[in-house]
């Protein structure tokens, strides 16, 4: 039965679930690690408590906003890199299109928790900070993402080095084969 062959090859197996899954959940815990780093190595802007719960800005040309966001972005392209050799390594090139699927949606995911997580770290102090400093106390503002659009680092590395990878390694007559 050739054509019970060809049906199945394309199809969802328990070999190529797990590669989603496998692809899907590393991502996310890679994710969960980059948010960390963030945390640690982003600058914080200084603030001084100026009222019950108010907080401004002591020099108000800080460049602590920027070099975050900088942080953010090359933690989050090195993670799409990873996350891109390392899948296409040990799963692309073994389950296929399932586990490129995989890959791109844990990017998504990855990209998303880096920023709940590095921004969620240090909240709890800084609102604890806020609420009962008195006034002249200086202290460090919370951690957040301005460039939302970093975000798209992430995945959108991860596809483009699945895609390169796929493709730039065929052979001429591989890739003419796999156009027909």
């Avoid at 980059?34 to 640690?40: D, F, K, L, N, P």
């Avoid at 800080?62 to 392209?77: E, R």
């Amino acid at each position: 039965m050739p054509g019970a062959t060809k049906h199945n090859e394309g199809g969802p197996t328990k070999g190529r679930l797990a590669a989603f899954v496998a692809a899907l959940a590393g991502s996310a815990v890679l994710g969960v690690v980059a948010g960390i780093i963030w945390a640690a190595v982003a600058p914080r802007a200084l603030l001084q408590e100026i009222g019950p719960g108010e907080a401004q800005l002591v020099n108000a040309e800080s460049h602590a906003f920027i070099v975050a966001d900088a942080w953010f972005c090359l933690i989050v392209a090195l993670g799409g890199v990873i996350t891109g050799v390392v899948g296409y390594r040990l799963l692309v090139r073994r389950a296929g299109w399932t586990a490129a699927a995989g890959l791109v949606l844990g990017a998504v995911a990855a990209a998303l928790l880096t920023l709940w997580v590095g921004e969620n770290i240090g909240l709890g102090p800084y609102h604890h900070l806020l609420a009962v400093s008195r006034n002249g106390t200086f202290f460090h503002a919370s951690l957040g993402l301005g460039a939302k659009s970093a975000l798209a680092f992430w995945p959108g590395l991860t596809s483009v080095i699945v895609l390169l990878a796929e493709y730039g390694g065929r052979r001429p007559a591989e890739a003419a084969l796999s156009v027909d």
